[in-house]
């Protein structure tokens, strides 16, 4: 495919187009606009806002919301002209790419790890659908980039988030940081119940 090609949107394109537009696009504006809620319960200390806590937060939130809505938008103008261009299909798989990057890195531990990664986030089977369909038309150098940035992801979390950021690794870890961290006790509940975790 080349630089100045139009690539005609077929029916399985189509889809993963649609599924890019509801779920990134609708994550990237709520992610936008919802800047007014409630403080996150770990960015207290000492009884009011710490606001280096929430400046982190709000740059992280506001980082994915952009990421979102540029993989979207993509979709959306996508559908709307019919086709796209070599171009906007490599920025769909770098986009996708990413994402999974960062959900290799932040792996959690047993059941809740595999639930949250293979059945909750549709970017690993829309980057598996990418690869085996469409791979031969974008730049190989661009793909190998996408590659690297899985595998960096992989590093990444057999370095540093088993053996640092979740020491020990397993669930009863996650469990009592996120009740130290000030998550609700309904949260954690159902986080047991994805888990398997029994009192």
Not at 24 to 48: A, C, H, M, Q, T
């Amino acid at each position: 495919m080349g630089a100045n090609d139009l690539l005609e949107i077929g029916t399985l394109l189509k889809i993963v187009l649609w599924v890019e537009v509801i779920v990134y696009l609708s994550i990237g504006v709520y992610e936008i606009l919802d800047s007014f809620s409630k403080e996150k319960p770990w960015n207290i200390r000492n009884g009011k806002v710490n606001s280096y806590l929430a400046m982190r937060e709000i740059v992280s939130y506001k980082m994915h919301a952009a990421v979102c809505f540029l993989l979207g938008f993509i979709a959306l103008n996508g559908l709307l002209e019919g086709s796209i261009t070599r171009f906007e299909l490599e920025l769909i798989f770098l986009s996708l790419a990413l994402i999974m990057m960062l959900l290799w890195m932040v792996a959690l531990p047993g059941r809740l790890g595999f639930i949250v990664i293979f059945l909750t986030k549709p970017e690993t089977s829309l980057q598996i659908v990418m690869f085996i369909f469409f791979a031969d038309l974008i730049r190989p150098w661009v793909m190998y980039l996408c590659i690297f940035f899985n595998i960096w992801g992989f590093i990444v979390y057999f370095v540093q988030t088993r053996k640092k950021s979740i020491y020990p690794y397993d669930y009863s870890t996650i469990r009592q940081d996120a009740l130290d961290a000030g998550l609700e006790v309904s949260k954690v509940e159902g986080m047991d119940k994805v888990a398997g975790h029994s009192k």
